[in-house]
């Protein structure tokens, strides 16, 4: 089992619709989840950073975490074409100290049809 | 302000040729710099990592190295290119005691024919 699970799609949705991206991990011991976007031929930007169970929201953007599942989502209200991209969720064991490294999902490449 | 360059954006080259990629950051000291490598449907594979000047961990045997001669330079070589070598590279660094992720370069794309 990989320790980071991410349906790759992809999808495609309309515009304005609402976008649930999800990501499945299996080490318990994952205190830190970050969501990258990546356009084409581009480098992943971060777009949403959490550490506690919940929800953390910014604008139209959603990050949603559940230690307990181990189960992390990204949720995109009124999607726009703009927001077509593959998104990478990421986490990690540690708070940043020492040896710091990030474990990816593979990306879920997603299309927003005007 | 913290930026990072990557260059060349793009790059062709034959089977057995040498290889040498620059990355550089500013604004930042002591970073934690990374090299990436993404290849379709496999996501992003680790390659190399640096916590200071001269410490290079490999994540992945191959016929890839790394450097980091200065504290905000890192560089990823091969003497000899393989047809597996193709792919996006990318180089990302973090801020030492900062727990908010990586911030990644725009990203080289190697084809080797």
């Known amino acids: 089992q990989k320790e980071v699970e991410q349906d790759p799609g992809p999808l495609s949705v309309p515009e304005g619709a609402i976008v649930s991206l999800n990501c499945t991990y299996s080490?318990?011991?994952?205190?830190?989840f970050m969501w990258y976007r990546q356009y084409s031929r581009k480098g992943p930007e971060l777009l949403m950073y959490?550490?506690?169970?919940g929800n953390k929201e910014d604008g139209r953007f959603t990050a949603q975490v559940d230690k307990s599942s181990k189960y992390i989502s990204l949720f995109i209200r009124d999607s726009q074409p703009s927001d077509s991209a593959t998104y990478l969720c990421?986490?990690?064991?540690?708070?940043?100290?020492?040896?710091?490294?990030?474990?990816f999902g593979k990306g879920t490449k997603l299309s927003v049809i005007p | 302000s913290q930026t990072i360059h990557q260059w060349p954006a793009t790059l062709v080259q034959p089977v057995g040729s040498p290889l040498s990629l620059e990355c550089t950051v500013e604004?930042?000291?002591?970073?934690?710099l990374y090299w990436y490598r993404q290849a379709a449907g496999r996501g992003l594979q680790l390659l190399f990592y640096?916590?200071?000047?001269?410490?290079i961990s490999s994540e992945v045997p191959q016929n890839l190295s790394a450097s980091r001669p200065q504290d905000r330079q890192f560089i990823l070589s091969s003497k000899k290119l393989l047809l597996s070598d193709s792919g996006f590279y990318l180089c990302?660094?973090?801020?030492?005691?900062?727990?908010?992720?990586?911030?990644f370069g725009s990203g080289t794309r190697l084809t080797v024919v």
């Open positions: 990421a986490m990690t064991l540690n708070s940043g100290a020492g040896s710091y490294q990030l474990t």
């Open positions: 080490n318990s011991a994952f205190q830190y």
């Open positions: 990302a660094w973090r801020n030492l005691g900062q727990n908010n992720g990586y911030t």
């Open positions: 959490t550490y506690s169970s």
């Open positions: 640096s916590v200071g000047i001269g410490q």
């Open positions: 604004g930042t000291s002591n970073p934690n």
